[in-house]
């Protein structure tokens, strides 16, 4: 347990950057069957499928395992990454995490949640800053209510304009994946 994240992970031994260190497991709901809203902060992870609209989410709610206990560090030291296991079903992709850096013995294991959560945990009310305490921290404990307001609206900026970026790219592209203009050769 840590004094403002509640459960944690830490490592019992050194992970070198690159090593594959767990799945996030969890059900697989796609967003059209969300069903029910979460009653508590969600643990959820959505991931962008290769089926146009059918984003899918991997909620550990009622199944899961150690991953779900992964703190927010705005300076995480685990990247996700999207694989597919045994046959490559575009609706079924898994989620999981590799060492962005070298993580030492003792060590606490650290994800980034991702601007959508922070959004979406300011508008329910379920937290008021970060507690991750990294140099770099984006939303520190420091700051008063009329700060916290001032910040939470400059993420909701920023995320607008990176929706609007995205949205124009892909109507410059027609909606298709940009090709590479290299061979295999090169």
């Not at 329910?124 to 507690?131: A, D, L, R």
Request: proline share 4%.
């Amino acid at each position: 347990m840590t004094k403002h994240a509640g459960f944690t992970v830490i490592t019992r031994e050194r992970i070198p950057a690159g090593t594959y260190v767990d799945e996030f497991v969890g059900e697989h709901l796609n967003t059209e069957e969300k069903g029910e809203e979460r009653k508590t902060i969600s643990y959820a992870f959505r991931m962008k499928c290769q089926v146009p609209g059918r984003d899918i989410i991997v909620d550990p709610y009622y199944l899961g395992n150690v991953t779900r206990f992964f703190n927010h560090s705005c300076e995480s030291n685990l990247a996700p990454f999207r694989f597919y296991k045994v046959h490559r079903r575009k609706l079924h992709p898994h989620l999981g995490f590799y060492a962005s850096r070298d993580i030492e013995k003792n060590e606490e294991l650290t994800i980034h949640y991702g601007w959508d959560w922070w959004i979406d945990a300011f508008q329910k009310g379920y937290v008021s800053c970060c507690q991750c305490g990294t140099p770099k921290c984006v939303l520190p404990n420091t700051h008063t209510e009329e700060e916290l307001k001032k910040d939470l609206e400059k993420l909701k900026r920023e995320f607008h304009g990176v929706q609007q970026r995205m949205v124009k790219r892909k109507a410059a592209t027609g909606n298709k994946a940009v090709k590479s203009k290299r061979s295999r050769h090169d």
